[in-house]
């Protein structure tokens, strides 16, 4: 129990804008005690905001918030743009910072958006299931084009996600919608990507990157930390297996041709057909606003390669095909390049650019080459010459053979 005295010093204490706890290790009374005295009396304190200190990082957030929108979430990378431009702050501001928007951004993923008509597409590329051909098991791969406004769908299933497959079933999907979108959206697929740079920039797929600029169109990857940045479309893959997969029962297609085929009936029959979820309308009514939206096709031939094989160029500047090897320019060993054979001829090619032609070679592992290809390249960097050791197998000493006539001389005193 506290007496005047102590009350009245409570009272100063509270009114120093000590805490029933500092109060408590200064005086040595109990909390409780203290804490039963201060509302009898009426003297807890309130708490107003606290004011918000002033950041080292206040004036950079506008840039931040500018490159958060261009999908570079990196903090060291952020960091090093910051200090090319003089912020004096450190690390960990920046990442206590960041902490909160990746949270925020994680929230606004699910969220949907729409887009106007014809400005938008987004591609679903995922597994399926299986094939039985030839006695050999192989991967069903389901690739799926969806439309932003009106949803309208085309579907496919192959064989593999090879680069060339992609574009075969973007420009079917093309030709079936009879337009292309203003951009294509894209989950971070390695097919389109190859991830990104020093500042976290996309680096495209340079023979995707010149598809796109062939037909047109914007790609676009779903920004990291939104997983959801699809939002209105939902997974085209899931959605085929869920209502398309599920319906074949009793009737298995014999071939991927007749899977395909049933697929396209389904996509026409029912998911064009029906009253979509979020928009509330049928998707072929909307379609018919959207179709004329879409940029014209214009007659424009099919993109060279399409059908080629892709092939990585060797170190040497050769490429493998069919199992010989074919000379390119020197300057692009690593590169990925288009190789098909057109009436005897082997035609290779980057993008749209041939950059060597040569006749089919006879036999297998022939070697053909074209020596303009790699005059003028450079030598390789010489290794250091390899250490010259020894190696010694050790042995019982030698020891000489002499006669018995010899030892006898020496016992004799004859031979010293």
Not at 324 to 352: F, L
């Amino acid at each position: 129990m506290l007496r005047g005295r102590d009350v009245q010093e409570l009272k100063e204490l509270q009114w120093q804008g000590m805490s029933i706890q500092a109060i408590s290790k200064l005086t040595g009374w109990d909390r409780k005690t203290i804490r039963k005295y201060v509302q009898a009396a009426g003297l807890a304190p309130e708490y107003g905001p606290r004011l918000a200190q002033p950041s080292k990082l206040d004036a950079f957030k506008p840039y931040l918030e500018e490159r958060l929108r261009a999908g570079v979430w990196n903090a060291r990378v952020l960091l090093r743009e910051l200090r090319e431009r003089n912020y004096a702050g450190g690390y960990t501001i920046l990442t206590d910072w960041l902490r909160p928007q990746r949270s925020a951004a994680r929230v606004v993923a699910v969220r949907r958006f729409e887009t106007a008509p014809g400005k938008q597409a987004q591609v679903d590329w995922g597994h399926l299931g299986t094939v039985e051909m030839a006695g050999q098991e192989q991967k069903l791969h389901g690739f799926t084009f969806t439309l932003g406004y009106s949803r309208r769908m085309v579907a496919e299933v192959a064989l593999d996600q090879k680069l060339g497959t992609l574009l075969r079933l973007h420009e079917a999907a093309f030709q079936q919608i009879g337009g292309v979108p203003e951009e294509i959206l894209y989950d971070r697929m390695k097919t389109v990507w190859l991830g990104t740079d020093e500042r976290g920039e996309i680096v495209w797929h340079p023979v995707f990157q010149d598809f796109a600029r062939y037909w047109g169109f914007t790609p676009r990857l779903c920004r990291p930390y939104r997983a959801q940045t699809k939002g209105k479309v939902e997974a085209g893959v899931k959605y085929v297996r869920r209502n398309f997969l599920c319906g074949l029962q009793g009737r298995e297609p014999s071939s991927l041709s007749d899977l395909n085929a049933q697929l396209r009936e389904w996509i026409w029959g029912v998911a064009n057909q029906r009253v979509h979820g979020t928009t509330h309308e049928q998707v072929m009514v909307r379609w018919d606003v959207e179709q004329f939206s879409l940029q014209s096709l214009a007659g424009q031939p099919p993109y060279p390669y399409v059908d080629g094989e892709l092939r990585k160029v060797a170190r040497d500047a050769y490429v493998d095909w069919q199992g010989s090897r074919y000379s390119v320019p020197w300057q692009y060993a690593g590169q990925d390049v288009w190789v098909q054979e057109i009436v005897g001829e082997v035609d290779i090619r980057t993008g749209r650019e041939r950059i060597a032609m040569h006749s089919k070679a006879q036999r297998k592992h022939s070697v053909l080459t074209f020596a303009p290809h790699h005059q003028g390249i450079p030598l390789g960097v010489r290794r250091a010459e390899s250490k010259i050791l020894i190696h010694l197998r050790q042995s019982a000493p030698e020891v000489e053979k002499r006669s018995l006539a010899a030892y006898e001389r020496v016992a004799s005193g004859g031979e010293r």
